[in-house]
DNA sequence: TATAAAACTGTAATCATTACAATTTTATAA
DNA sequence: TTATAAAATTGTAATGATTACAGTTTTATA
């Protein structure tokens, strides 16, 4: 997973062994992992890993803005920044589906009071298969 | 504050003198109060009042869709739900402001799909005060 | 008035996150 | 290379919001 080294550098951030496994950990898993997943999932090559490690690398991410997080079941969520998009939560079965649905930009005399490097558009609901079985 | 009692009840919740006054409350206090704000405010007129309570009886709004909750800095907050808005969190001194930005709809397509009761928008950013004062 | 159901309370447990001090690794300069 | 400082990482302990749960009070019903 090569240039992931070049992007940190490119966001201030240096890019030691563990931020880079962790950062493409994320890419590959674009699927809103919790910090107990990524450190379940990277044990196995990185064992001496500290979960306080994946908690600081993360918001250093969240700091450079790369990474943003979602909060849900009480539970931060960490997604890569890439296109905007959107999110449904099952209420039932927990589970964030990803949705094509980009965030409207605020208009210039909103824009113009708050400096925005991030945006989150969430739906709730239940989803197709949870309306099934009840 | 009347009517509330009867808000209650058409979605299916027996009004009691606990509820209607934690309703009400959300009522004045459109500022996505947490928990522990409900509670403090209440203390004086119902001093019997147990934070459980202030617990079980959001979760109840928030399933009869009377209340959406907002998770922000590992808490909490508590929105009536009324016009679709949008929310600008600080992250310098997290405060939360109200948008008038209404999130999108969900397309006929997608909107098959999921059954959705709540939308959620959020932008993260820094409020003009504290990009002032660094 | 008796009984069951619903609402409410209070304490204890849970669990994600943070604080913090110690250790290891990396970079820099003598 | 070696010494030194800075940065990164680790592990344990504390924090604090939320939940579990059992007991109590209130409300509705027969």
């Given at each position: 997973m090569e240039n992931t080294s070049e992007l940190l550098r490119q966001h201030d951030?240096?890019?030691?062994f563990t931020r880079v496994m962790i950062f493409d950990y994320l890419k590959e898993n674009?699927?809103?992992?919790t910090v107990d997943e990524i450190f379940q999932a990277l044990q196995t090559s990185l064992?001496?890993?500290?979960k306080t490690t994946v908690y600081n690398t993360l918001d250093l991410f969240i700091d450079k803005h790369l990474v943003q997080p979602l909060l849900m079941n009480q539970q931060k969520h960490y997604d890569l920044i890439t296109d905007p998009h959107a999110h449904f939560k099952c209420e039932r079965c927990d589970t964030i589906f990803d949705l094509d649905v980009k965030p409207p930009k605020l208009d210039k005399s909103t824009a113009a009071n708050y400096h925005v490097y991030g945006t989150q558009l969430i739906y709730r609901g239940v989803c197709e298969k949870c309306q099934k079985h009840g």
């Open positions: 951030i240096k890019p030691s674009l699927n809103h992992p064992p001496t890993l500290s």
